[in-house]
């Protein structure tokens, strides 16, 4: 993924390896290749492991987004050892992101050993740090509903979920849980209805919820389309987003997006290209009129702004 919600990006591993559709044509290998780091292998960087801790001015930095952070190569002393500078550098905020939640159960083997020590020197149940976002990446209901139950699981400071490249349209409302009974989360609401096998159910709070959501259509060569249509259902599904507390972020329209406006554009016999449009549809001015209603990029209560020189970020 391109990056302009984030202020800093921090890559202590990178390289990865595909793992569901949303991974054809990874934004990270075509950085790779643009600065010609071997990419395939996962490389751990210990030379970049204090990077944030040298950098006063408060960041909200994109980790890994070069990789994936919980891919299985990384070694479990690794992940402690970035979640250690994360936690002594209380002043930034970190965004985790990851296709692989599976391993997010382990969380415990890299916090434990510097969170969990209470006050009398007694082992405590680790907790959290609360700078350190975990996101996932998902690029259409099927994949929501294998990663954002296993998401909903850890107890992070803010969950967040980014919908990039997004193939599809996705229901946050209604994600089926696979006890085959027909159970339901709400990523939305952080709640479970439980459906029973001999009929009924009950409802239930106590999971987490997504605090933000980051939506783009691909980007670059053989970029697939991206139906703005699928943003927009997303967006209503977050209102009143006060209410729900979870900060729409519509990020970026994609390459296709962009191909097709090139083409209206042209087919009325207009020349050169719309103002400003990019080769992304990050810049909202060059968007047509009738995705007004998706110019929107918040961000979740209370915390950073986006960068500066971007358009206005509302806060929730
Ligand atoms: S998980 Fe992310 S970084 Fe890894 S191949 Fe897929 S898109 Fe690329």
Redesign the pocket.
């Known amino acids: 993924m391109g990056i302009i919600y984030t202020t800093k990006s921090w890559n202590p591993e990178t390289g ?4 569901s559709p ?2 054809a044509h ?4 075509r950085q790779g290749a643009r600065h010609h780091q071997a990419w395939g292998s996962v490389i751990c960087h210990d030379e970049r492991l204090e990077i944030p801790l040298h950098r006063r001015q408060p960041e909200t930095y994109a980790v890994s987004f070069m ?2 952070l919980f891919h299985p190569d990384v070694p479990d002393a690794f992940l402690e050892q970035v979640f250690l500078t994360m936690f002594d550098a209380h002043w930034h905020t970190f965004l985790l992101l990851t ?1 692989r939640p599976e391993r997010l159960a382990e969380w415990r083997k890299w916090v434990h050993p510097y969170i969990g020590v209470g006050d009398g020197g007694h082992i405590a149940e680790p907790r959290w740090p609360k700078n350190i976002w975990l996101g996932v ?1 998902v690029e259409n209901q099927h994949y929501a509903e294998i990663r954002l139950p296993l998401l909903a699981q850890i107890p992070a400071a803010k969950l967040w979920l980014s919908a990039e490249p997004l193939l599809g349209p996705l229901n946050l409302r209604t994600i089926r849980l696979p006890d085959g009974a027909g159970s339901t989360y709400d990523a939305l609401r952080g709640t479970r209805l439980t459906v029973f096998p001999q009929g009924g159910s009950t409802g239930a709070a106590g999971l987490g919820r997504l605090s933000l959501i980051v939506v783009g259509g691909e980007s670059g060569p053989g970029a697939r389309p991206f139906n703005p249509d699928w943003a927009r259902d997303i967006q209503q599904q977050t209102w009143p987003s006060k209410e729900i507390g979870c900060a729409f972020y519509m990020k970026q329209m994609g390459t296709d997006y962009v191909r097709q406006r090139l083409r209206t554009w042209r087919d009325a016999g207009r020349k050169g290209r719309p103002a400003g449009l990019d080769i992304k549809g990050e810049n909202w001015e060059a968007w047509r009129e009738s995705e007004d209603d998706l110019r929107v990029r918040q961000w979740p209560t209370g915390e950073a702004a986006a960068p500066f020189g971007r358009p206005p970020v509302d806060h929730l």
């Open positions: 990865c390896s595909p793992v949303g991974c990874c934004w990270a290998k990789g994936d296709k990446s």
